[in-house]
């Protein structure tokens, strides 16, 4: 009797040690996979300019991008390079004040590296923003993603969560590889947000940047005071409409332009 049961005991636990195994496997299976790039050149902000480690690849010419969003869901365009809120934004958006709900996709538009992100709160429901370089010099931003995909997600839940309103980034480390066209984001904006339209407020931030060469715009001394963060992201930054198809770029200018700010745009010509 005393045997059998010690044949039950190992049984059972061998049972149990097969179980585990196969949920473990299972698990690794479904679970996000990323990849990190070892490899990627890095550009680097010295507290002046941009500077890379290395000669970059040249980038396609003419580099035309995809809209990170469906167009035919946007209600309006924030243009990039112009005050609001306060403050300079060398980025624009895209508005969806048709959409029911936030429920809004977001994609990459171009093979990048994630080199830095941040997760914060804002009005009290957390807010990402996440920031891309190409080898060649060309960065983007996607910024006020509200619900990201389970890839992102895994990354984005090992920085620090930020303060109400306190949006600085971290470093990825190593630089996460992005293929264009991948889901990042499920949701966007607030869902919650008295005086928004129908009490929320569904948008999605985009910047893009040529890290390569400065864009001309003139700042003067007293509005670099003013908007200390200019020489990293304003003199860089370009008007993201002239780099969509021509199809894309006649649907962005035809499409109402949201903001206290209107079409008023340093890069937008």
Same mark, same amino acid.
């Given at each position: ?8 005991? =190992? ?9 585990? =195994? ?29 500077? =890379? ?51 809004? @996709? ?27 370089? @190409? ?42 590889? =992005?293929? $264009? ?5 499920? $949701? ?12 929320? *407020? ?23 005071? $003013?908007?200390?963060?200019? *020489? ?21 200018? @035809? ?15």
């Amino acid at each position: 009797m005393h045997k059998r049961n010690l044949i039950l005991l =190992v049984i059972t636990i061998f049972l149990i040690i097969v179980g585990v =195994v196969f949920f473990l496997l299972k698990n690794k299976e479904n679970a996000p996979r990323f990849i990190s790039n070892k490899n990627a050149l890095i550009w680097t902000f010295n507290g002046e300019s941009w500077q =890379v480690n290395a000669t970059p690849p040249s980038c396609p010419n003419p580099l035309i991008l995809p809209a990170p969003v469906d167009l035919t869901l946007v209600s309006g365009i924030l243009y990039p390079g112009q005050e609001r809120g306060g403050d300079y934004k060398p980025h624009g958006g895209f508005r969806f004040d048709n959409n029911s709900s936030n429920e809004v @996709n977001v994609y990459t538009p171009m093979d990048g590296n994630l080199f830095k992100a941040a997760r914060h709160l804002e009005y009290g429901e957390v807010q990402y923003s996440l920031y891309f370089i @190409n080898d060649c010099g060309i960065m983007y931003k996607l910024d006020h993603i509200l619900e990201l995909t389970p890839k992102f997600e895994a990354i984005l839940n090992n920085i620090p969560m930020g303060a109400e309103g306190d949006s600085r980034t971290t470093e990825i480390q190593p630089q996460v590889f =992005v293929a $264009k066209g991948e889901h990042i984001a499920t $949701k966007i904006g607030f869902e919650n947000f008295p005086g928004g339209y129908k009490d929320r *407020n569904i948008f999605v931030d985009f910047g893009l940047y040529d890290l390569r060469k400065i864009n001309g715009v003139y700042y003067d001394d007293a509005f670099r005071a $003013k908007h200390p963060n200019i *020489n990293e992201y304003g003199t860089y930054a370009v008007c993201w409409f002239d780099y969509f198809s021509n199809e894309d770029k006649a649907i962005v200018r @035809n499409l109402p332009a949201d903001g206290k700010g209107g079409k008023t745009s340093d890069y937008c010509k």
